[in-house]
């Protein structure tokens, strides 16, 4: 098996912790344009305004009583799961601090769009970096393997209870939401190619 290089370790590592960061900066526009949150979010925040907190730190203890699930499903975190969970909440309540909240709807639309198209381009970033899945992520890889279900099913019936139980709480569900859960796939898709970090032993691809 061919060894992998010093200089594609540190690349792989500078897009897994830009990708962490730019994703909790993504997190915080959505945030303060206050047009609705990431489906997880949803639940974060709820948690947040019912029980104090930022949302932040809500993300953090959420993201490790995810992976507490993984144990029996029998799911093996890499550098890039733990980091998933230590990384991106204080990413999300730090640009919360530093963002203006804006008035106007016009910009308040701008931060959506900015921040669905950040986030597809963060999404790639950490995943390009082969450091293993998100919390998140392997639940629902892990659900899939155990019930045979259809990832899309599995992945829709995780998002409409987080979201069911966010909203419950407080969270701010809205057309945002909404546009973010329509396009994001799409967007991810297209930015993967272009940020994937190929292993030594991945052939090259066809010119």
Excluded at 13 to 36: D, N, P, T
Excluded at 58 to 64: K, N, Q
Excluded at 157 to 175: D, H, M, N, P, S
């Amino acid at each position: 098996m061919p060894t992998e290089s010093r200089s594609r370790l540190v690349r792989r590592i500078v897009s897994l912790y830009a990708g962490l960061v730019i994703f909790g900066w993504s997190e915080a526009l959505l945030v303060e344009a206050k047009l609705g949150v990431l489906p997880w979010d949803v639940l974060h925040q709820g948690l947040a305004r019912h029980w104090g907190l930022t949302i932040g730190i809500w993300s953090v203890i959420a993201g490790a009583g995810v992976l507490l699930l993984w144990l029996p499903l029998r799911e093996r975190p890499g550098l890039g799961t733990v980091s998933n969970v230590l990384t991106i909440g204080p990413a999300l309540d730090a640009s919360v601090w530093l963002m203006p909240t804006p008035d106007q709807m016009w910009l308040r639309a701008v931060y959506v769009v900015v921040a669905i198209v950040v986030n597809a381009l963060a999404t790639a970033l950490y995943i390009g970096a082969r450091f293993g899945p998100g919390p998140r992520d392997g639940l629902m890889t892990g659900l899939v393997r155990r019930t045979g279900g259809s990832v899309r099913l599995v992945r829709t019936a995780i998002e409409v209870v987080v979201v069911a139980t966010g909203f419950a709480l407080g969270g701010t569900l809205g057309i945002a939401t909404l546009a973010f859960v329509l396009t994001i796939g799409p967007l991810v898709h297209w930015f993967m190619p272009l940020l994937h970090i190929a292993s030594p032993d991945e052939p090259a691809p066809a010119g």
